[in-house]
């Protein structure tokens, strides 16, 4: 089982970043994915949620109306895009697969990715 999350880089405030999460040995469609995120010195977060079968979306208060997240079936993929990012959206971003959505978040995380790293310059 493996995620990877990729899409990250360096964006002026104002931008647009998409990340992409890619599961291989398990099929993302039977998962609630959360995207999570840690920003320097600090505790890791929930960002967005998107439930199995349904498709249920959920968003952190900090990310509505900025972020999407969407998943792609046939691709085994989810993603995340960011539109208006801010300074205080920098950090690691990881992707991990779980039973159902908390929230925001992706509740009992049967497998996590290695992250992706995001840099928004203000």
């Known amino acids: 089982v493996q995620l990877v999350e990729s899409g990250g880089g360096l964006v002026q405030s104002g931008g647009s970043l998409r990340l992409s999460c890619a599961a291989s040995?398990?099929?993302?469609?039977?998962?609630?994915v959360g995207w999570f995120r840690q920003g320097p010195g600090k505790e890791r977060e929930g960002v967005s949620c998107i439930s199995s079968v349904a498709g249920r979306t959920a968003y952190a208060d900090s990310v509505k109306g900025r972020f999407t997240i969407s998943r792609h079936n046939a691709d085994n993929t989810v993603y995340l895009q960011m539109n208006t990012l801010e300074p205080e959206d920098t950090g690691v971003y990881f992707c991990?697969?779980?039973?159902?959505?908390?929230?925001?978040?992706?509740?009992?995380?049967?497998?996590w990715g290695q992250g992706t790293q995001v840099t928004v310059s203000s």
């Open positions: 991990s697969a779980g039973s159902y959505c908390l929230g925001h978040e992706s509740a009992l995380p049967y497998s």
């Open positions: 040995g398990i099929n993302l469609e039977f998962y609630a």
